[in-house]
């Protein structure tokens, strides 16, 4: 079984293969960021892909929303140091298998891998209990309103790109990505550019 490790620290691709040493012939292959992990994984087609949300350029989100692209089946799993219920949600709607907390149990990663490779979804107990009893909660967090390509350019424009060089990043024109702006300041009640950068920088999403 070949696994992608899209991270950008090398300290958890190596904790990766530590925590699945005892998992027979696994081949991992690594990336850094998005762009290397695409470009991996038309190359080699690995059985699952194992992306961090928080990559250096575009977002695991929109990464997973290119690999899906390319295979509709690919087998995705997110993992991230937010376990936050709204950053589950987005990751089963982009069409992840399986989320997996990086602050959690490392026997998570084990069973999640396993599972995923039989065809089948996984989150751990712990994560999923909180997940099913989140709404309350997930209703107050104002993230809960934005979709994932919604999530990915309000974190863009929070870490200081133009609305130019979003469309460049996530491969849409410059009218949809305007657009799309405009739609989250209308979701978040937000009324200028600057209050919607402010906004992501303070959700801590740049």
Known sequence: MRILIADDHP?????????????????????????????????????????????????????????????????????SMNDDPVYVGRAI????KGFVSKTGDPQDLVEAIREVAKGGVYLPSALARSVAFAGPTVARNPLSKLNAREMEILRLLGSGKSLSEIAWMVHSPYKTVANTSAIIRQKLGVRSSAELVRFAIESGLS
């Not at 709607?93 to 992840?96: D, N, P, Q, R, Y």
């Open 11 to 79: 300290i958890v691709a190596s904790g990766c293969r530590t925590v699945l040493a005892d998992e027979p012939d696994i081949v991992f292959l690594e990336a850094p960021d998005a762009e290397s992990a695409e470009r991996t994984f038309s190359a080699e087609h690995p059985d699952i892909c194992l992306i961090d949300i928080n990559l250096p350029t575009v977002s695991g989100f929109e990464l997973a929303r290119r690999v899906l692209a390319k295979d509709p089946q690919a087998r995705i799993i997110m993992f």
């Open 93 to 96: 709607e982009v069409g992840a």
